[in-house]
């Protein structure tokens, strides 16, 4: 009888907690900034860092929400949280040993260098940007599975959000709609079958998105183990979904693919420690290029975005990017001269030839001689323990290649263009290459994706990370630079205005909001300048250890983006 009573209650309990999880997937409103005192998760969509949030206050530390956030992404916000992609992860962890784990897309076995050249050699960037053609090996399930260890929860149970979320659906937001609305006529174009993300009529704010095709893919993997995506019913779905319209990914290249743990970048910068992602991202190294050129020099003087302090952003990152184009590719594939690129001389002898007030040229900076519409995602959490976790991943563009598997309901990465396709011609981001990043088979694409955290004697500081393209590294430099250098708060280090240079083109990017008195100042110094409507969407976690609830949680401004924490 007694047994009975509570098994009503807890029946009935249960129903209230899942109901409450459904009203929140159906009425939700994205916090910006937080301040907390135990653990904290900031992610691209409210959905989805409640995932996160809802596995840290179970007991889950910031590997068990990162994943669980991760796979919330895939279903909350398709334009760049996947499954169908790759991505990067950085991680502290309590007992001081740090990671970087690389579930980058890599080139299927078929893939060749000069495979998106025409007969008469020139290069096509529409088949490397968009459709069949353009997709790498996604690497996401498998490097989720290989965070699994550090993780305390099984994986159904940090799979169950994404898969309720998918199953019973959720409301979108205004920017969602709008965002499907504009891939509208490529989802139609490229996919003959009905798929979730188009409906009769055009998506608006507060609609709601149900995905059973992917919450049953999800359920796969949740059941089976990464060979749930790699292998049996879901590889044989992506084998032929894309070799029936020209894709060259086969089962043998799913069973192959292998998540890999890597060496992070580690430096200091004005006595912080800062660990950030190796190749094949050339993030961690440019952050370390540039930070390391300017740190002999009084930045906090300069003050925030004047002319002055731009200027010497700008020119460190002009040649930085001269020596990603040059240098940098699959280091598994390719010698990298990674040491020479990070050596102390060799960055102030590169640094040695700006002139103040005097603009650089492009032409004339060429790499050191040794002897994106942008879309990924990023997730920053701390747990009550310790542990932080940078993540950020990717389908490249938005909504990827814009393929979605049928029958598996997830959308294909189209991250091939992140190859050089030949040698000068510009990437989807306006990014050039060479030999160092051409396509190889089971070969990695140059990234510049830069999950990074920074430790303030050995304990975690700041978590910190970014979609954007290459404006990738350039925005987590400049949201370190506003918080070391110009003492910011997380919330104005994320949001003010950001700037970008890339080497070639050779311009200054700005961002709607930058003064236009230093806009000038730049012109009149010989720069060339163009506006942007946004530079990232950063996510960032900042911990005052002395302060009672010392941890800030930051979401970008510039999107859906949510901080939750407690
Ligand atoms: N797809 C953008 C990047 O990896 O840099």
Redesign the pocket.
């Known amino acids: 009888m007694r047994i009975k009573f509570y098994l009503i209650i807890f029946v009935f309990v249960s129903n209230c907690l899942l109901a409450t999880a459904q009203i929140t997937a159906y009425q939700y409103e994205a916090q910006k900034n937080i301040t907390v005192s135990r653990a904290a998760v900031v992610s691209a969509h409210t959905l989805a860092s409640q995932a996160g949030e809802s596995i840290l206050k179970k007991g889950g530390n910031a590997i068990d929400a990162a994943i669980a956030t991760q796979f919330a992404l895939a279903v909350v916000y398709p334009g760049a949280g996947n499954i169908g992609g790759?991505g990067f992860m950085v991680a502290h962890l309590k007992n001081g040993k740090d990671f970087s784990l690389d579930y980058?897309e890599t080139a299927p076995a078929a893939a060749f260098k000069d495979m998106y050249l025409d007969a008469a050699g020139n290069a096509v960037t529409a088949m490397s940007q968009w459709g069949y053609k353009a997709c790498g090996v996604p690497g996401t399930v498998a490097g989720l599975f290989a965070a699994l260890p550090y993780a305390k929860f099984k994986m159904p149970v940090l799979m169950a959000p994404a898969i309720q979320l998918a199953e019973k659906g959720f409301v979108i937001t205004k920017e969602e709609a709008a965002s499907l609305n504009s891939a509208r006529k490529d989802f139609m174009d490229l996919n003959k079958e009905p798929i979730a993300f188009v409906k009769k009529e055009l998506w608006k704010g507060g609609d709601t998105l149900i995905q059973p095709q992917l919450a049953a893919t999800l359920t796969r993997i949740s059941k089976l183990g990464a060979s749930g995506f790699y292998e049996g019913a879901t590889a044989l779905m992506i084998q032929n979904g894309l070799q029936k319209n020209g894709g060259i990914i086969s089962l043998d290249d799913l069973k192959n693919y292998k998540a890999k743990f890597r060496d992070p970048i580690r430096f200091n910068y004005r006595g912080y420690q800062i660990i950030s992602m190796p190749l094949p991202?050339?993030?961690g190294i440019i952050l370390q290029q540039v930070l390391k050129m300017i740190e002999n020099k009084d930045v906090q003087a300069l003050q925030f975005q004047s002319a002055a302090s731009v200027q010497l952003l700008v020119e460190a990152e002009r040649r930085a990017f001269a020596d990603r184009a040059q240098y940098m590719g699959d280091a598994d594939f390719v010698q990298v001269p990674v040491k020479q690129l990070l050596e102390d001389t060799y960055l102030q002898k590169r640094i040695s030839d700006y002139i103040p007030g005097k603009a650089g040229n492009s032409k004339e900076t060429e790499a050191g001689i040794i002897p994106?519409h942008?879309e990924?995602t990023h997730i920053s959490i701390l747990d009550a323990e310790g542990n932080a976790v940078s993540v950020?991943t990717?389908?490249?563009?938005s909504y990827g290649s814009r393929v979605v598997i049928a029958g598996a309901g997830f959308i294909m990465?189209n991250?091939m263009?992140?190859f050089s396709i030949k040698e000068g011609v510009p990437n989807m981001?306006g990014a050039v290459g060479n030999a160092a990043n051409a396509i190889a088979p089971g070969k990695r694409?140059?990234?510049?994706?830069t999950p990074t955290l920074v430790l303030k004697n050995k304990k975690p500081f700041i978590v910190v990370g970014t979609?954007g393209?290459?404006t990738?590294p350039t925005s987590v430099i400049q949201s370190l630079v506003n918080i070391i250098d110009f003492k910011m708060n997380a919330a104005d280090a994320v949001n003010k205005p950001k700037f970008h240079h890339q080497w070639l083109p050779d311009v200054i990017y700005i961002e709607k909001g930058f003064s236009p008195a230093v806009a000038d100042s730049l012109r009149n110094m010989g720069y060339t300048l163009q506006t942007r409507s946004a530079i990232g969407r950063t996510e960032l976690i900042k911990i005052n250890p002395t302060q009672k609830k010392k941890i800030e949680a930051v979401a970008d401004h510039r999107g859906d983006d949510d901080a939750r924490g407690y």
């Open positions: 790759g980058r991202s050339s993030g994106e942008e990924t950020t990717t389908l490249n563009g990465n991250e263009d992140d981001y694409m140059l990234s510049s994706m979609p393209g290459t990738i």
